[in-house]
């Protein structure tokens, strides 16, 4: 079920939360929205789940317009709040129960969705406990269990993985992979790898607009247009390397590395390679080129680039 | 019609988990039986076998005891986060405010059931007038819905509790006496108009007996517009103004 997001714009107060926001999500596409805190993810995700209104623009979930055709959208759509909001004295397979009948699942399917969550979530042994009683990582899986109880086709989730340790990260990053496979799902979080590690496509917004949008790929490229090496050069004195390595035509910046004897960081001019110049004059002033790293540009440099602004 | 069962269901449920039923009933129980059959003015200083001794203690039961059932139904949500759960549910907003209104009458309606005894007693005491008894409990219901949806409503604009409760005393205060004593103090259409918004003259004379539909009218309109007013509350966060 595909997602169309035709510039919505909400305001609170005078102040944009989202300003004029549009792309378009495809079925079994996970799409990943990345942004500062702040930026507008949790608004356009409540947006699209019927939470709140835009003042300006629309969302097509299917063929519904969120508008015109609330319920409809509302019966596609399995969501996971911000902080996963749950009722803490309901054990957790009443909850699921409770859900389950709110979002229309018939009557004689309800007991075998619920023992499906339970097992995909992971939640056997928790079952029969209050959700208060759970730690933070368990109570996220009933919350993803909540979500996917009634087989939506679209999955929204604000911060999935917020809380977690890194074996519950990793659990949950796979079954959002599974998922994905055949849903639509839009995940919102602010940390890096996460994204590359789930997601199809991203979509970086800032102060409510986007700034980016494409593959991992596709954004890695575009933020490695200039090449990066990270350079070790001894019996050299460090002022005098620096000068002429600065001197170097196709370098742009020079950088020596905080902490590292001898190591420098060397920035090139787009489109050029100063691996050759490099080498040649260390080779003119006889110092010893130990180590030549290129480095990859990460996306934490493009994220830090399209949002600190 | 299905879903507001659900969450009345839930609602109940969770009244019963988490002891406020059973305080409530307990309490109720306790506050009416003791002034009706033990303390004071009561039954057997009557000569009369009725029940509107009782009527007229529960009259003022009830008032206290309904906000703080009321009180927890959406400012918890509200607080919780668990709003935004529900009201992303395919269902509507009428659907939860009914649904938790549901839930509250029918714990009142049990704690009234566990006063049957009291009828039967007096039943076996002398000639009870049964129709009177049955509409002093459906005034005791009417006036409990009432109750009931000022305190929903109290109970959506805010997300504490405490406020919820006191707004839903102060509020249920002008029903209960305020409009009365305004009634006393002016004359001629002032009086009779704040004689009609008080509780208390329509309340008494349907427990008198007199079913009218002028009364009837009353208690639903103020149920009405209450719910309505609560619905509206929730709603608000999804208009584009």
């Keep these: 079920m595909d997602i169309t997001v035709e510039g919505i714009t909400k305001k609170y107060g005078h102040q944009k939360a989202v300003d004029g926001i549009s792309f378009h999500v495809k079925t079994g596409e996970v799409l990943g929205f990345l942004g500062p805190n702040g930026a507008g993810k949790t608004t356009t995700m409540k947006i699209i789940t019927c939470m709140m209104a835009p003042n300006k623009g629309g969302v097509r979930v299917g063929d519904h317009s969120i508008a015109d055709e609330p319920m409809e959208v509302k019966s596609q759509i399995g969501y996971l709040p911000e902080n996963n909001p749950l009722y803490l004295d309901m054990p957790v397979i009443d909850y699921l129960a409770y859900t389950a009948a709110l979002q229309g699942v018939a009557k004689h399917r309800i007991k075998s969705r619920i023992g499906e969550m339970i097992r995909t979530c992971g939640l056997t042994a928790e079952k029969h406990k209050r959700i208060g009683e759970l730690s933070k990582g368990y109570r996220q899986r009933v919350g993803l269990a909540q979500a996917i109880i009634h087989d939506p086709r679209v999955l929204i989730l604000d911060e999935p993985t917020s809380g977690l340790d890194p074996n519950q990260i990793m659990e949950i990053r796979r079954l959002i992979k599974e998922l994905g496979k055949e849903k639509t799902v839009i995940l919102s979080t602010h940390i890096l790898p996460e994204v590359e590690a789930t997601c199809d496509r991203i979509l970086i917004i800032n102060k409510g607009k986007i700034v980016a949008d494409g593959t991992p790929e596709t954004l890695r490229k575009q933020a490695t247009g200039r090449e990066l090496l990270r350079i070790r050069i001894e019996d050299g004195d460090r002022d005098r390397v620096f000068s002429t390595l600065q001197e170097l035509e196709s370098v742009a910046l020079v950088d020596p590395m905080p902490g590292m004897q001898n190591y420098f960081e060397v920035q090139s001019h787009p489109e050029h390679s100063s691996r050759r110049a490099i080498f040649e004059a260390c080779v003119r002033h006889h110092w010893v080129l130990t180590e030549m790293t290129p480095m990859e540009t990460k996306l934490e440099d493009l994220f830090r680039d399209l949002t600190v602004k | ?241």
């Design chain 2, 1 to 241: 019609m299905n879903k507001i069962w659900i969450i009345a269901k839930k609602e109940l449920g969770s009244f019963f988990d988490s002891l406020t039923a059973y305080i409530m009933l307990v309490a109720f129980l306790g506050f009416s039986g003791f002034f009706t059959w033990l303390y004071g003015a009561d039954i057997f200083l009557r000569n009369q076998a009725d029940l509107q001794v009782f009527f007229n203690i529960a009259y003022w039961t009830l008032f206290f005891f309904i906000p703080a059932i009321t009180m927890r139904m959406l400012a918890e949500e509200n607080k919780t986060g668990t709003m935004e759960l529900l009201l992303t549910k395919p269902i509507t907003e009428w659907q939860v405010v009914f649904g938790k209104f549901t839930a509250c009458l029918l714990l009142i309606l049990i704690a009234l059931l566990l006063t049957l005894p009291y009828y039967l007693t007096v039943w076996k005491l002398g000639p009870v007038d049964h129709g009177a008894t049955l509409t002093g409990y459906l005034g005791l219901l009417l006036m409990s819905a009432t109750y009931i949806s000022i305190g929903l409503f109290t109970s959506s604009v805010t997300s504490n509790q405490i406020v919820a409760f006191l707004m839903a005393l102060l509020i249920g205060l002008f029903f209960h006496i305020i409009f009365d004593v305004l009634a006393h103090n002016f004359t001629g259409g002032m009086g009779t108009f704040f004689a009609y918004l008080g509780v208390s003259s329509h309340y008494e004379s349907i427990s008198r007996g007199v079913i009218d539909s002028k009364d009837l009218v009353y208690f639903f309109s103020v149920i009405f517009l209450a719910l309505v007013s609560s619905e509206i509350v929730l709603s608000k966060r999804n208009l584009a103004d």
